[in-house]
């Protein structure tokens, strides 16, 4: 009932940037949260909020009209390099009746090359 569709995701060169989309669609009620998360190879998933890595030069931002979020990649590093995923905890229409679940994107590549 409910997708996520990122974009945005490529090759970048070592301080350059990247914006990336994700837009949800489907039988949606209300979008109770949108984040970012990335996963290098050999690294466990990682919440982009909480990373002090990223701090000061990652943005992310949403536009709820378009029930999308945006993350914004600015000064980019080699070691960003990651499949970035968006999450959603989204309340949408089962029938007759609401119900929520959590929700992923496909994956995007990004690649910060030296």
Same mark, same amino acid.
């Given at each position: 009932?409910?997708?996520?569709?990122?974009?945005?995701?490529?090759?970048?060169? +070592?301080?350059?940037?990247?914006?990336?989309?994700?837009?949800?669609?489907?039988?949606?009620?209300?979008?109770? +949260? =949108?984040?970012?998360?990335?996963?290098?190879?050999?690294?466990?998933?990682?919440?982009?909020?909480? +990373?002090?890595?990223?701090?000061?030069?990652?943005?992310?931002?949403?536009?709820?009209?378009?029930?999308?979020?945006?993350?914004? =990649?600015?000064?980019?590093?080699?070691?960003?390099? +990651?499949?970035?995923?968006?999450?959603?905890?989204?309340?949408?229409?089962?029938?007759?009746?609401?119900?929520?679940?959590?929700?992923?994107?496909?994956?995007?590549?990004?690649?910060?090359?030296?």
């Amino acid at each position: 009932q409910v997708q996520l569709v990122e974009s945005g995701g490529g090759l970048v060169r +070592a301080g350059g940037s990247l914006r990336l989309s994700c837009a949800a669609s489907g039988s949606i009620f209300k979008i109770n +949260a =949108m984040g970012w998360y990335r996963q290098a190879p050999g690294k466990q998933r990682e919440l982009i909020g909480a +990373a002090d890595s990223v701090k000061g030069r990652f943005t992310i931002s949403r536009d709820n009209a378009k029930n999308t979020v945006y993350l914004q =990649m600015n000064s980019l590093k080699l070691e960003d390099t +990651a499949v970035y995923y968006c999450n959603a905890r989204i309340t949408y229409w089962n029938g007759g009746d609401l119900d929520a679940g959590d929700y992923w994107g496909q994956g995007t590549q990004v690649t910060v090359s030296s």
